[in-house]
């Protein structure tokens, strides 16, 4: 079984959910897109109406062409068309990660050998869901959304038994998830509480700036909602990342770790020793002074280049004599002054 790590960069997972709409042709070009837009991982939701639902239980009100019985049972993958997705994944180099909902699906899960499992918002409290999770061994991420700590450190405590439960991902459960929702400060609870489990966001913003600011803040995972149009069928589609969006986002993400990768020295100025010659100022006459003249501040100005004495330098010339005529715009040097 794949070893993943979330600690060496920012792992970034191309949420596909269910927006390939039931359609294998749609799910391939959706990890081909993904791929292309340069994630980590794609992840996927495993519904098995039976396993899951009653008949008679309420759909949310975006369904309203047909029951979430029915549409989970009109999307359903076969096994055969499970492994087709996943060793299409492998081929082309990223993790498969899938969000099971039923203890079966775990189980077949596993038995298709994904790489991760990746518990929703709504399962953090279904002990036979998180069970059947710890007894699988597959690695995990626990989402947040819906729970508050006592129903997280409950889930941990089941799923990190084996060291199995590798991230835990803040999640705001609104869709799409308005900005002053979105609940950054709890990266921080989370970090402080689950010491040896890494952190990350779940983005529900239609937009890419909560991810960018979780990553500043630490997150080392980042789950985003993708499809191939907005205009797709589906509850997601409308608040997912296009391929471009998501590209964006990559090499966004990639550019943050840039910046909080590299350590700057403040007091080390030689790269900058040209640029200072170009921008920087030295001190200048501003008026011709006579040889033997004291110069006085009146008599000095500040002009570029900055080839000669820095203006904060002036100590080094200040109330001293010309040891030679200067003219109007001319450096004043050091060995200018006796």
């Not at 109406?49 to 009653?54: F, K, L, N, R």
Request: glycine fraction near 6%; charge should be neutral; proline fraction near 4%.
């Amino acid at each position: 079984m794949k070893n993943i790590s979330f600690s060496s960069s920012v792992y970034i997972v191309a949420e596909i959910g269910m927006n390939h709409d039931g359609s294998l042709g749609n799910a391939l070009r959706l990890i081909e897109s993904a791929v292309e837009s340069g994630v980590d991982a794609v992840k996927f939701q495993m519904h098995i109406s039976e396993a899951e639902t009653t008949l008679n239980a309420p759909s949310p009100p975006y369904f309203t062409e047909e029951t979430r019985y029915e549409y989970f049972n009109r999307t359903a993958f076969t096994d055969k068309q499970w492994s087709i997705l996943i060793n299409r994944s492998h081929e082309l180099k990223i993790d498969f990660i899938m969000s099971p909902f039923s203890e079966e699906a775990v189980q077949r899960s596993k038995k298709l050998n994904v790489d991760c499992l990746k518990i929703a918002s709504g399962e953090v409290n279904n002990v036979f869901l998180l069970n059947a999770v710890h007894a699988s061994g597959v690695p995990s991420i626990l989402s947040s959304g819906m729970s508050p700590f006592s129903e997280l450190d409950d889930a941990v405590n089941i799923l990190a038994k084996q060291g199995c439960l590798k991230a835990i991902l803040q999640c705001s459960s609104k869709y799409p998830c308005p900005p002053e929702e979105v609940g950054l400060n709890v990266l921080g609870d989370l970090k402080n509480r689950y010491t040896d489990i890494s952190i990350g966001l779940s983005d529900h913003t239609i937009r890419n700036y909560a991810s960018y600011a979780a990553v500043t803040l630490g997150a080392t995972v980042i789950e985003k909602h993708f499809t191939l149009t907005k205009k797709a069928y589906g509850p997601d589609a409308q608040f997912s990342l296009e391929p471009r969006e998501m590209a964006g986002l990559v090499d966004g993400i990639r550019s943050i770790e840039k910046m909080r990768g590299l350590k700057i020295d403040k007091d080390n100025i030689m790269k900058y020793a040209e640029m200072r010659k170009v921008f920087c100022k030295s001190i200048v006459a501003k008026e011709k002074i006579k040889k033997g003249e004291k110069i006085l501040y009146s008599m000095l100005t500040s002009k570029k280049p900055g080839y000669g004495l820095l203006p904060n330098e002036l100590s080094i010339i200040l109330n001293r004599s010309a040891k030679r005529e200067i003219y109007k715009d001319e450096m004043v040097l050091q060995d200018d002054v006796e």
